[in-house]
């Protein structure tokens, strides 16, 4: 279709590209007795798809995911490796992002905990919820920097409290101090009831009281991930291991 200039411009001014590029690709000999507003909901049609798809693109690569390319449907569910399907398909419609509840994926280093976080994130930008994955040493390392810079601290809780899925990885693997451990209460009461929070770690439940330090702070951090969390196991088996040797 012919799109005159100031049509063309006046588009553009209000930042419908994809409105403006839709119509364009229209084929007037393919649109032939397509009333007008056939081929304006044609287009408008086009024009969300494209909006939806680069949102989408835009939020997976804000949410900083350690592995990008991560698929939920290229999950390995071989007999061997133990991983229950019906829950990891569960997890993939996001009902659980939805619903404001937590995941811990549960395991030995190189079974697959960081890959699946990371399918489950992309799936959720594909629902368009705001996503961010990152490593417990990297938010400690980042608090810390926040405390040099007046109110720092408040404005890195508001935005990690923001995320409607927060992925965490490698969570108690470091033992947090008293510092971070009032930090890190702060951030799931801000997160508890309103934000999904996907945790990955080497350790059970049993273990968490006493890597928290114990006491007051390990109980109400405690409180706000585990009535509400989905617990996965993920085997024992060593998914790197298992890769490489495919690979030789």
């Known amino acids: ?91 993939a419609t996001c009902g659980f992002a939805e619903r404001g509840d937590n995941v811990v994926l549960l395991g030995p280093t190189g079974t697959g905990k960081t890959y699946l976080s990371c399918a489950l994130a992309k799936a959720a930008c594909a629902k368009r919820i705001r996503t961010c994955y990152i490593r417990q040493p990297d938010l400690e390392d980042l608090w810390r920097e926040s405390r040099d810079r007046p109110g720092g601290e408040r404005k890195l809780l508001r935005k990690y409290g923001a995320f409607g899925l927060l992925v965490i990885d490698e969570w108690l693997l470091e033992r947090p101090d008293e510092l971070f451990r009032g930090m890190l209460l702060e951030l799931f009461e801000l997160r508890y009831g309103r934000a999904s929070t996907v945790l990955c770690t080497q350790f059970r439940k049993k273990d968490w009281h006493p890597r928290l330090g114990g006491g007051v702070h390990a109980d109400a951090i405690m409180d706000r991930i585990v009535h509400n969390a989905v617990w996965l196991e993920m085997g024992e088996m060593n998914m790197r291991q298992a890769m490489a040797g495919k690979g030789r």
């Open 1 to 91: 279709m012919e799109v005159d200039v100031e049509t063309a411009r006046k588009l553009r001014e209000m930042g419908a590209i994809e409105l403006l590029d839709a119509l364009r690709a229209q084929d007037d000999s393919l649109c032939m007795g397509m009333t007008c507003a056939e081929r304006l909901q044609a287009a408008v049609d086009e024009a969300h798809s494209s909006f939806i798809s680069q949102k989408v693109r835009n939020l997976t690569k804000r949410a900083s995911l350690r592995y990008p390319e991560a698929d939920v449907r290229s999950i390995d569910f071989s007999e061997g490796r133990g991983l229950d399907r019906v829950t990891v398909a569960e997890l």
